[in-house]
């Protein structure tokens, strides 16, 4: 089978024989392929079908801008669609699929296109599927859509690892060419701290198929030593099969390394890809050229194959493109490739010259025809012929490959991803980098410069450049001494082509041809970014790397202006395609964001709670008893057990705050909007803090410790943001006060205890007098417990309007605490309640959260008027307060709401319509904010910001919600339904 | 924007560590009128250019820094502790 | 020239030879009634309406670039009116009626595709803001349903409803939601615009507002002076700088928004799903490509484009919704500049200034409102009074303390 392969050529190990599958069949290649050379090694031309008419296609490139030869990779959790053949290493049991084609690659019908292509040209759906109307969605858009897309996604999770991590250096070479070794070596050995990376798996580049001779050794030997002597240099990292796929502000950029994506079956130890991101002082882009396709008439024929490409497929490889060929050429480097052709043994059928003169003297075997382009090709899944213009004459010649070679675009793709055009340069004929870029440079074939001599003559000089750019002096080094090398060339684009018939592409993988770049033009999209939106060009998989500028070529004559005006379309990232995998890292699945625990997690898991995802936090619900079946049976348990004798609730998360400092008071004086100065030592005061617009921003309670310490809670949601405000307002607002900021969530257990026996509960394990006179509501100290034997912090404060204390202890001693007190209320019937329960308790003493301060409420709409001190100079939001529409009539505010039949319930998110009134917007009253089954009460209970509500208690409304077909007659209230007169607080 | 935020505190930082809040305006006195209020709440001069704006080094030292960056170049050009120095003039 | 299947095959048989421009090239005539400053979206649709809807034609719009070459060309394509607010919610329904309509209007194709937006839901009160949301849209009749768990997996079984670290519980869906092809929307409004006798005149920076008397009566030009009876600027991205040369400060930010766009895969996402535990939404154009977002980058910025961390935490939000996305490859990054308002709504008002209108603050909502926006701001620029779906969204309403703030955020605009 592997009769395309040529015996004592490249760098493959003939030993080591790799077997694989293409569309099931086994096929082997050899260590050190890419899936691409093993294929043609197996005489496989093709290999894909484009996006639009479906045509065969094989293998253009050697590189990461193929465009045709996309297969997919694996299966199951490991399939990899879109992968493209000439960047994927083989290895032993690798499985290949062909993509878009039903139903087999070598008969697909989609091809049927291809004979409607007169219809289908340029943006044809602009111009139709628009009537009738209903159809787009039901008929014309399915079929679309059922043609759309190369391969086929997994549904499955991926069972690999991925991981990311920061790299810093000196100076960042980004392509092991000639130009980046040579770069890289000159750094090294001057001590700098040298970043190369490479995106093949072989250090060279270009010298892997480079026949010239380096200091006396064959260029792939010398780049093999140059490699050696690099790694061996600690200060040098060389990483290979990794891609800089972005250049990002600060001189970072972004790389991606495959560590295990040429490997069977990846160690679970190790990521089968690594994100990198490299912060260097200097950067160097050696990433050399991309060859330009020649646009004739089936150029995008199996068979078809860039000059340079061959070449490497050849040297590299050791496999030879076909029996008879051809070269199609515009510059003297299609001489180098007869030349190695010939030395191969591959039969030169002809070399078609557009130049009436070529720079090299041709002594080979191959028939020159001059001033001649190749115009067309015959055959449709392999090329069997080309079609040669020359004059006025068109001659057939049989061949079986056909390398093209149309000159070199440099590879300036990371140079502007920072916002710099590239420009057009008439004397390279090629779009060159933008100058003076900060911190990056360009070398060798990226900046056109041809000749492997001068290419490495570049790159030391680069190099000495940024060193001595980061004030680090470089030892003299010596030009290596370059032989044979005829590399060296110059071109003439050859935009467009005389003779050609059939379609001429100019984006390959969609089918963007010769014609569409004149009927956009013809249209009104001549403007290169309208031109490249309405034909698609350029916006596969391989961001035209192949096709921009021939595009532009095409445009400028089009228009009868110079590529300079045309310009460019944005070079934007990522450069090759980046993996969802790679850019997640190892946050994927349950590592998506870290978990918080509260220090007393572990205690009400013992305790058999059922947790609920809070934020970060894991919070318990509730905590149901052996014969409950539901979370509704045990939260109202609870909840009765909270009423009638105490509960214990981890309130851990809540945000606590440490202030301290002589201004600690004048403080939180301007942070809240109500009145702190005065606030005694050992007591604790409900806060309402606002944003600078009005608004409710966070509220809490605040006890005065000592004379200068406080301690804040917030809310759980809260209480980072509140952190960051208070600081903003110590450091920048108010600088000259004395106070300073401890965050001390994390430092404390803290739990309430809550009921009318709470007090009983809690004295049997603190030392100090508890009793309503000694520590009435709303005081606040540092306690000691178990005789001494530990410290905390009471509060006595209520969420649940029961007489209620929260207690915080050092967090490493929370769960012996809570055992404690459930061990001292053991008698007293004490249990553990959830967050459910709190939600219940506090619905029915009218206390808000944050589904009340929704961010778009003042103090006074929920009843907090008062609160707001009319006496302050200043606090934060006291000015935007005072606007009109703060104060307007018919502002939301809070009421209660019941339902007439306590049969009847409904639910938060539920809208308040007035009795009778229509279901319409215009007659939308509010809604509820938040609702419960009340025990206490008998029915569901609720919270609603309704208008002008405060005034309204006592209505008779419709709680509505159209999305659950439901309609309940309801009655506004008072907001505090239970204890209305706090009388439980005070016992 | 800068990949890396030159924190006075902590060197250069990956621009994860900090959380952004804005203009870095004066607030204005407690006795001024409610136009300074709006225009100090709401009123933005969003400059295509340097530009002044609050930092909060958040997972790092914690201080609040003035940060002087280019909006359309990304470059930072200063960045220093809010506290530290003077302040930006009031707007008037 | 009518387009229609006939008028392809017909083209087609001829070798698509006689197709003529989708819209004239003019130059700038002395004066015109109303100029319209910004060839985008925007700009476009009021040009569109205001010829169409209100007979004035006599109209301008300059573009300093080329015709959608700002946001329009540069977003994700989502359709939708899930809004919460009464003073939001109809004008975005009365979007979604003018796309609805839109191609058959103006005889463009711009594959209007309503194939739902869903938006997840994945803790009791983000369901029960979303109760509160879907009521809002169904009081005003637009569709909205809540579905459970079970129902979004039988939609979209690839998911994580097993491994969540924050397990979706449902979902709001609103199925007239989708997408639409957004350069398509450009042009269709510039060719229907042109064909009755806007000049849409690009590369034509605007560089001075004239007044004179306290009124503007024209604009200076890259390509000189212009005169104008009104003046309309709908430049969202470039707001701040453009009313700056009428000596306007507005409550606006321009902040960068990064969109994505993956390799072509066979369609297995039919609408819009976002993520509720992570800034992430998602789509799949016709083409195949996964088209997604995420949030803000966070700072000011007039640079389009953004910063490697945001595009690190949008993979990880959306590798967190859709596992198997994980060998799935991203294309291309590219950002936009979002004119990002103080409390999240869209300003379509008349200035201080007297014949200086100004349609602005978008936020990462302006392509959605495109037809209403346009239809809107032509109103009020021919009829001197706001349309009554837009009346909420006066420039003064913040000094006045009449804010529409969907999110509940406050004054600040890298939050909404």
């Known amino acids: 089978m592997s009769s395309y392969r040529l015996p004592n050529l490249g760098l493959v190990s003939r030993d080591t024989p790799v077997s694989f599958t293409f569309d099931g069949k086994p096929m082997q290649g050899l260590q050190g392929d890419t899936l691409a050379s093993a294929l043609l090694a197996n005489g496989r031309m093709l290999v894909g079908r484009s996006f639009k008419y479906h045509r065969p296609r094989g293998i253009l490139t050697a590189g990461a801008a193929e465009p045709n030869a996309l297969v997919t990779i694996g299966h199951g959790g490991r399939t990899e669609p879109n992968t493209r053949a000439t960047m994927q290493e083989l290895y032993e049991g690798l499985e290949a699929q062909s993509q878009n084609r039903w139903p087999s690659l070598d008969f697909d019908l989609g091809a049927l296109n291809g004979i409607l292509s007169p219809f289908l040209g340029a943006g044809f759906y602009y111009k139709t599927f628009m009537w009738p109307a209903p159809l787009w969605e039901k008929l014309y858009e399915p079929i679309i859509r059922k043609a759309a897309g190369l391969g086929k996604a997994s549904y499955e999770a991926d069972p690999d690892a991925y991981e990311k991590s920061w790299a810093h250096c000196d100076l960042l070479v980004i392509g092991a060419g000639p130009t980046g070794l040579a770069a890289a070596l000159t750094a090294g050995r001057a001590g700098a701290r040298v970043i190369l990376l490479d995106e093949g798996s072989l250090p060279g580049g270009s010298l892997l198929f480079e026949t010239a001779m380096i200091d006396g050794k064959a260029a792939a030997q010398f780049a093999r030593d140059t490699s050696d002597e690099l790694r061996s240099m600690p200060n040098v990292r060389f990483m290979m099969r990794t891609t800089a796929f972005g250049w990002y502000d600060g001189n970072v950029f972004g790389a991606v390394e495959r560590v295990q994506k040429h490997v069977r079956e990846p160690v679970p130890s190790l990521p089968v890809e690594r994100l990198w991101r490299i912060a260097t002082k200097k950067a160097l882009l050696a990433s050399g050229a991309e060859e330009r396709p020649l646009v004739f008439g089936g150029n995008d024929r199996p068979g078809v194959m860039m000059a340079s490409a061959m070449r490497a497929y050849l040297n590299r490889y050791g496999v030879a493109p076909g029996r008879a060929t051809a070269i199609f050429t515009t510059n003297d480097s299609g001489y180098t490739l007869a030349r190695d052709l010939e030395a191969a043994g591959v039969d030169v059928a002809a070399i078609v010259d557009s130049r009436p003169a070529a720079g090299v003297d041709y002594r080979g075997k191959a028939r020159l025809i001059r001033e001649a382009v190749v115009c067309g090709v015959t055959g449709r899944k392999a090329i069997s012929a080309i079609e040669v213009h020359r004059g006025d004459r068109t001659e057939s010649i049989a061949v079986d490959a056909l390398a093209m070679a149309g000159g070199f675009d440099p590879i300036i793709h990371l140079a502007c991803h920072r916002g710099g055009r590239p420009v057009w340069s008439a004397e390279k004929t090629a779009f060159l980098a933008p100058g003076s870029l900060n911190g990056l440079e360009v070398a060798g074939g990226a900046a056109a410069t041809s000749g492997l001599a001068a290419c490495l003559g570049e790159g030391i000089a680069q190099a000495q450049a940024a060193l001595e750019g980061v004030g680090l002096r470089c030892p003299p080094m010596d030009l290596p001494k370059v032989e044979g090398d005829d590399a060296a060339y110059s071109s003439n684009p050859l935009w467009s082509i005389p003779g050609v018939k059939d379609k001429a592409f100019i984006d390959f993988q969609n089918d963007v041809h010769l014609k569409d770049i004149g009927l956009a033009v013809r249209e009104g999209y001549g403007h290169v970014e309208l031109a490249k939106r309405y034909t698609t060009t350029g916006m596969a998989t391989d961001q035209g790397k192949l096709s921009n500028v021939n595009a532009i070529g095409l445009i400028a004559k089009a228009r009868g202006v110079s590529p300079a005006e045309v310009g460019t379309t944005t070079f934007r990232p990522f450069y090759t395609p980046v993996s969802f995998g790679a850019l997640t890292g190892a946050h994927a699945g349950h590592h998506f964001q870290p978990v918080r625990k509260s220090p007393l997690h572990d205690w009400a898991k013992k305790h058999g709670a059922v947790f609920v995802e809070t934020g970060l936090w894991y919070r318990s619900a509730w905590f149901p008893k052996s014969g409950e079946r539901s979370w509704r049976e045990s939260v109202e348990r609870e909840v009765l057990n909270v009423r009638k004798n105490a509960g214990l609730c981890d309130v851990s998360m809540l945000g606590k705050i440490e202030l301290s400092g002589s201004d600690a008071a004048e403080f939180l004086n301007r942070v809240y909007c109500n009145a702190f100065l005065k606030l005694p030592v050992g007591k604790a005061r409900y806060g309402l803090m606002l944003r600078e617009d009005g608004f409710i921003y966070d509220d809490g309670t605040t006890s005065r410790l000592a004379e200068n310490r406080f301690f804040m809670t917030t809310t759980t949601a809260y209480a980072a943001g509140v952190m960051n405000h208070l600081e903003f307002c110590a450091q920048v607002l108010w600088p000259e006060l004395d106070v300073r900021l401890a965050s001390v969530t994390d430092q404390w257990a803290q739990m309430a205890v809550a009921g009318p026996k709470a007090r009983m509960i809690l004295q049997k394990i603190v030392d100090d007098d508890i009793s309503d006179a000694a520590f009435p509501f709303l005081a606040a100290k540092e306690v000691s417990l178990f005789g001494g034997a530990l410290h905390g912090c009471l509060f006595r404060i209520s969420f649940s309007g029961e007489l209620a204390y929260e207690i915080a202890v050092p967090a490493g001693y929370g769960e012996s605490v809570a055992d404690a007190l459930l061990d001292a209320g053991k008698d007293h019937g004490i249990m553990p309640y959830g967050v459910e329960t709190l939600s219940v308790l506090r619905i029915e003493k009218g206390h808000v959260t944050h589904n009340e301060i929704n961010g778009t409420v003042v103090p006074a709409d929920l009843g907090f008027g008062k609160m707001v001190s009319a006496t302050k100079l200043d606090f934060i939001g006291k000015a935007m307060l005072q606007r009109e529409g703060l104060a307007a009539s018919g502002r939301p505010q809070l009421v209660g709401v019941v339902p007439i039949d306590p049969k009847h319930s409904f639910r938060s998110g539920s809208h308040i319509l007035a009795k009778g009134a229509e279901a319409t917007l215009e007659n939308d009253e509010g809604y509820v904010t938040s609702s419960a089954y009340s025990p206490h009460v008998g029915s569901t209970i609720a919270l609603a910001l309704v208008h002008n509500g405060q005034s309204r208690h006592g209505e008779e409304v419709l709680v509505w919600s159209g999305l659950h077909g439901e309609s309940t007659p309801a009655r506004l209230c008072h907001p505090v339904f239970f204890d209305p007169q706090n009388e439980r607080l005070h016992v | ?92 | 020239m009518r387009y229609s299947a006939l008028s392809i095959l017909l083209n087609g048989l001829r070798g698509n030879r006689n197709w003529t421009p989708a819209w004239r090239q003019p130059d700038p005539k002395p004066h015109y009634d109303v100029i319209i400053v910004g060839g985008g979206g925007h700009g476009l649709a009021t040009a569109y309406y205001l010829a169409k809807e209100f007979g004035v034609t006599n109209v301008a719009v300059l573009e300093k670039n080329y015709v959608g070459s700002g946001n329009v060309g540069r977003n994700t394509t989502i359709i939708r009116s899930n809004y919460l607010l009464p003073g939001n919610n109809p004008f975005y329904e009365l979007s979604m009626q003018l796309w609805e309509g839109l191609e058959q209007d103006f005889n463009f194709n711009a594959m209007v595709s309503q194939r739902g937006v869903l938006n997840l839901y994945h803790s009791d009160a983000q369901r029960d803001a979303y109760t509160r949301r879907g009521n809002a849209m169904r009081l005003h009749g637009v569709d909205a349903e809540l579905l459970d768990r079970a129902a979004v997996r039988r939609m979209l079984p690839f998911l994580d409803f097993d491994n969540a670290r924050f397990p979706i519980q449902g979902g709001l869906l609103q199925r007239r939601g989708g997408t639409v092809r957004h350069d398509a929307v450009a042009w269709g409004y510039a060719r229907g615009a042109d064909s009755r006798g806007v000049d849409i005149i690009q590369n034509c920076e605007v560089t001075g507002i004239r007044r004179e008397d306290g009124r503007v009566t024209g604009v200076e030009t890259s390509r000189g002076f212009i005169g104008c009876g009104k003046l309309a600027l709908a430049a969202a991205g470039n707001s701040s700088k453009v009313a700056e040369l009428a000596g306007l400060r507005l409550p606006i930010e321009s902040h960068v928004l990064q969109a994505f766009v993956s390799e072509g895969l066979k369609p297995f996402i039919d609408g819009v799903v976002t993520f509720g535990a992570g800034h992430f939404y998602v789509s799949q154009s016709d083409k195949g490509g996964l088209v997604f977002g995420g949030d803000l980058d966070g700072y000011n910025s007039y640079a389009q484009r953004g910063n490697l961390a945001t595009v690190e935490h949008v993979a990880e939000a959306g590798k967190a919704m859709i596992p198997a996305l994980s060998r799935v490859r991203v294309l291309r990054s590219w950002g936009g500049i979002m004119d990002m308002s103080m409390d999240g709504s869209p300003i379509i008002d008349r200035t201080p200034i007297d014949n200086l209108y100004l349609n602005a603050g978008w936020c990462y909502g302006g392509f959605k409102a495109t037809p209403a926006s346009g239809f809107c701001f032509a109103h009020l620029l021919a009829r001197g009074a706001p349309q009554k779906t837009a009346a909420a969204f006066r420039l003064d309403r913040f000094e006045r303390g009449y804010l529409l703030d969907e999110k509940g955020q406050g004054a600040q605009p890298n939050l909404h």
Not at chain 2, 6 to 20: Q, S
């Open chain 2, 1 to 92: 924007m800068a990949s890396l935020v030159p924190c006075p505190n902590c060197g250069r930082r990956p621009k994860e560590e900090f959380t952004i809040k804005g203009a870095a305006l004066s607030r204005p006195g407690a006795d001024a009128d409610s136009e300074n209020w709006f225009d100090y709440v709401y009123l933005r001069d969003n400059p295509r250019g340097a530009y002044e704006e609050y930092w909060h080094h958040t997972s790092g030292c914690r201080r609040w820094l003035v940060v002087m960056r280019d909006t359309l170049t990304h470059e930072v050009a200063a960045c220093r502790d809010a506290t530290d120095g003077s302040r930006s003039e009031r707007r008037k």
